[in-house]
């Protein structure tokens, strides 16, 4: 259970042995055992104890900023085999193992932005000409991805196929919202605005996947690596994007979002939208998806997909690929 704690001025306690969330008259308890991350989107009052309780049954604590941006986390330091795998991790990445394993990412990145593709033509049948030719240029695009694909080619091949396909995109959802592509840093638009804030919560699920099976999110293999930036969990990341992508086309087809969603001064989402992003994100991501002949929740791919990566880092299975 991902805890999501939305209002100005709740507190967070411990009472027998369990965590105790009082917001406004409504108090609620949840034993730290259900508990998979406890996540602040305001601020708010939070004890030391109910720190130490979560550190102890290692469930993280992340505090997002005001546009779903991971800002400060607490985790229990003891996830995973932290020094033998983290030491095998930064081998990995000048390993020529690293390029398939990214080769690899990037290709479902793609599959499930195609999926994407065939199901808004299906529901906006006067765009399916735009959406049809992006769908065929992001199949072009993949079949140049091979093991001999450097880094540096490969993210000018990722960065025409997102073009093509928020270009498409765009073009088919012009009817319900205004916005020219993507847009990652500042947007004005109202679909760029909720895409960050929901990539957000993506970002810190991923984030804390990767700490609980003892990897260092902050060694990244295919972004730059920056020591202010996460930058494996910004590989980790890439095939789930599409899969928020398809929960704000739904949302946007439904009318869900309008300008009153929106703070007059700042611009920014407000409280009730916020909560809205973030059950819809949850409803989506328990949905089951293929993974290995057996139908699991889309969110437990992500840490079956970070399980693989130590076996990747550690030389294990090594011929195992994850496929949808």
């Not at 065939?118 to 049948?125: E, S, T, Y």
């Not at 992001?138 to 080619?153: H, P």
């Not at 920056?226 to 704000?248: C, G, K, M, Q």
Request: charged share 25%; with cysteine.
């Amino acid at each position: 259970m991902n805890l999501f704690v939305d209002d100005y001025g709740a507190r967070l306690e411990v009472e027998d042995f369990m965590l105790k969330v009082m917001q406004g008259e409504v108090i609620r308890k949840v034993s730290f055992l259900k508990l998979t991350s406890i996540n602040l989107l305001k601020p708010a009052s939070i004890s030391t104890s109910v720190l130490l309780e979560a550190a102890n049954y290692q469930v993280p604590v992340l505090m997002y900023g005001p546009t779903g941006k991971v800002e400060a986390w607490v985790w229990s330091p003891k996830y995973g085999n932290i020094a033998e795998v983290r030491k095998q991790q930064v081998y990995f990445i000048e390993d020529e193992r690293s390029h398939s394993w990214v080769n690899n990412l990037i290709l479902l990145k793609f599959r499930h932005q195609s999926q994407n593709l065939k199901w808004l033509a299906d529901r906006i049948p006067g765009k399916k000409v735009e959406l049809l030719k992006a769908l065929s240029r992001l199949d072009y695009l993949g079949k140049k991805i091979e093991d001999k694909t450097t880094f540096e080619s490969l993210r000018g091949i990722e960065g025409s196929a997102s073009r093509w396909y928020w270009g498409s995109i765009s073009i088919a959802l012009q009817k319900h919202v205004q916005f020219k592509g993507r847009d990652k840093r500042q947007p004005k638009d109202q679909f760029n605005k909720c895409l960050n804030y929901m990539y957000g919560i993506l970002y810190g699920i991923v984030e804390s996947s990767l700490l609980m099976v003892g990897l260092d999110p902050y060694i990244g293999i295919y972004h730059i690596i920056r020591h202010d930036r996460p930058t494996l969990a910004y590989d980790h990341i890439e095939p789930f994007r599409p899969w928020v992508d398809n929960s704000l086309m739904h949302i946007f087809l439904e009318r869900g979002i309008n300008e009153d969603c929106f703070e007059e001064e700042s611009g920014l989402i407000n409280s009730t939208t916020r909560k809205m992003l973030v059950e819809r994100f949850f409803k989506d991501m328990d949905l089951k998806s293929i993974l290995n002949n057996k139908k699991i929740k889309r969110i437990d791919h992500i840490h079956y997909l970070s399980q693989l990566l130590v076996k990747n880092v550690r030389g294990i299975d090594e011929d195992e690929n994850y496929m949808l």
